[in-house]
Structure formats: structure tokens, C-alpha cells
């Protein structure tokens, strides 16, 4: 299984910064999710369109998606097609992901193309294992479809996880948040 580290949006609720390079607690916060995937996958890599300045990290790859479409399932599909395996996927702007709920989602996921972190309810498509079976499918989605909307026609298997394991950082506030909770 191959980790992977998706991080290529803009970041502009964070003021168009890299929120993969931005520091949190002394470290990058992509190094947060980095070392939870280095536990449990043979290897890592990052998923970011060419010109995103992510961090360097020790033991994770860089695989550069193409340009357009701007749309989370490119890099999904890009990290499949790198890949030639089943990827686990996570955001890299998700600190609070742990080695045993990266485990969770390995485990949930079967036989089935795919497997993803549920919390309240919700589909967390950005921790979510990806077989080579969902590749086609993730193919043929249109780009403006709601990232959440493609993941669940894949009738994924679904894995319940509490819900600050799957909480982002999107903006200033959350950024705030993150940097106290993780410096203590």
C-alpha cells in the first residue's frame, strides 16, 4: 500500500499559502499526516500540481499531477496511475490522522474500490483507500462534480472514525486551533 499525501490545492482561505508547507508547532503541517502514513505504508508520496511549494519531508516522493483539472479527484486518479496499486490517501492539510486510523481504513476496505472514513454521517473522501478498480470510474467523473458525490457512487466500504481524526486545516481560525493543540 502506498501513502498519499494529497496537496495540490491553492490554499486561498489560508491567504493562497501552501498549507502543506506551513508550519505548525515547529514542523510542516504535511509532516503530521507524512509520519502517520510512514507507519503503516511502504512507501509516500505527494500529489501536487507542479508548481506547489510543499516541504521537504524525509522519505516521501513528489509526484506532480497534471496542471488542470484543479479537482481532488485528479489527484486521486494521477496517485492511482503513479501507483499501479491501491493508494491511502490523505489530505495533507489533516494533522490529526493517526497510524491506527490509517489502519482502520485499510482494513475496512475489503474487496471493494474503495474504502473511506465516515464521521457523523459523513464520507471523508480525503482518507479514503483507493483500489486500481476505481480508477475508471474516478476517470470519468466531471470536473465540477462535488468530490463527496464521486467517491459515493463508487459504493465504497465505510469505516467510522471520530471526527477530529478527520478535521482540516482551511483557514486562519483552524490554522490558530491546530498550532495550539499540536505545540501542546
Same mark, same amino acid.
Given at each position: ?13 489560508? $491567504? ?22 510512514? *507507519? ?7 500529489? #501536487?500540481?507542479?508548481?506547489?511549494? /510543499? ?17 481532488? *479527484?485528479? $489527484?486521486? !486518479?494521477?496517485? /492511482?496511475?503513479?501507483? $499501479?496499486?491501491?493508494? /491511502?490517501?490523505?489530505? #495533507?492539510?489533516?494533522?490529526? !490522522? ?6 482502520? !481504513?485499510?482494513?475496512? $476496505? ?24 476505481? /480508477? ?14 464521486? !467517491? ?16 482540516? *486545516? ?15
Amino acid at each position: 500500500m502506498i501513502g498519499v499525501l494529497l496537496a495540490g490545492g491553492r490554499g486561498r482561505r489560508l $491567504g493562497g499559502v501552501s498549507k502543506a508547507a506551513v508550519e505548525v508547532a515547529g514542523r510542516p503541517l504535511a509532516a503530521y499526516p507524512a509520519a502517520a502514513l510512514a *507507519v503503516v505504508c511502504e512507501r509516500v508520496a505527494f500529489v #501536487a500540481k507542479p508548481e506547489t511549494e /510543499l516541504p521537504r519531508l524525509p522519505g516521501v516522493e513528489r509526484w506532480d499531477e497534471p496542471a488542470e483539472p484543479q479537482h481532488p *479527484v485528479a $489527484g486521486i !486518479v494521477h496517485a /492511482l496511475e503513479q501507483a $499501479g496499486e491501491a493508494v /491511502l490517501v490523505v489530505a #495533507a492539510d489533516m494533522p490529526y !490522522v493517526t497510524p491506527d486510523a490509517c489502519r482502520s !481504513v485499510i482494513a475496512g $476496505g475489503g474487496t471493494s474500490r474503495a474504502a473511506v472514513a465516515v464521521t457523523g454521517g459523513v464520507v471523508q473522501p480525503l482518507l479514503a483507500v483507493y483500489a486500481p478498480a476505481a /480508477l475508471e470510474p474516478l476517470r470519468a467523473a466531471a470536473p465540477d462534480a462535488r468530490l463527496t458525490d464521486v !467517491v459515493e457512487a463508487l459504493e465504497p466500504a465505510r469505516v467510522a472514525l471520530p471526527p477530529a481524526i478527520v478535521r482540516s *486545516v482551511n483557514n486562519p481560525g483552524d490554522l490558530a486551533a491546530a498550532r495550539a493543540e499540536l505545540s501542546a
